[in-house]
């Protein structure tokens, strides 16, 4: 299984970048897939997922009315369109799965995939 993000990059405050993670070695289907960040220094936060087949989507409280994961079950690709940057959203981006829940509103749940990480870097 792999996890393949792009689209990282640097913006002004304000702006809007698109990630891309391309998922590939199995139906995502039946997978969340979503998006975390690690900022330096900082632990890795939750940012976005979305289950399979038009499912629900959940995202962390510092990047909601701004971040909207997108789904393409046919391509096996998710993105996160990210508007309204901060200074504060710098940090590595990266892809997670999991075959049962990143996170369904209560519960977080451990991914068992990971990319490689994309950097995005928010200038003032």
């Known amino acids: 299984v792999q996890l393949v993000e792009s689209g990282g990059g640097s913006m002004q405050a304000g702006g809007s970048l698109r990630l891309r993670c391309a998922a590939s070695g199995r139906s995502f289907e039946q997978v969340d897939l979503g998006w975390f960040r690690q900022a330096p220094g900082k632990e890795r936060e939750f940012v976005a997922c979305k289950t399979g087949s038009g499912g629900s989507a959940y995202y962390g409280d510092s990047v909601k009315g701004r971040f909207t994961i997108i789904r393409d079950d046919v391509n096996n690709v998710v993105y996160l369109q990210m508007d309204s940057l901060k200074p504060e959203d710098t940090a590595v981006y990266y892809c997670?799965?999991?075959?049962?829940?990143?996170?369904?509103?209560?519960?977080?749940?451990?991914?068992?995939?990971w990319g490689q990480g994309t950097q995005v870097t928010v200038s003032s």
């Open positions: 997670a799965g999991n075959l049962g829940i990143l996170y369904d509103g209560v519960t977080y749940g451990k991914p068992d995939y």
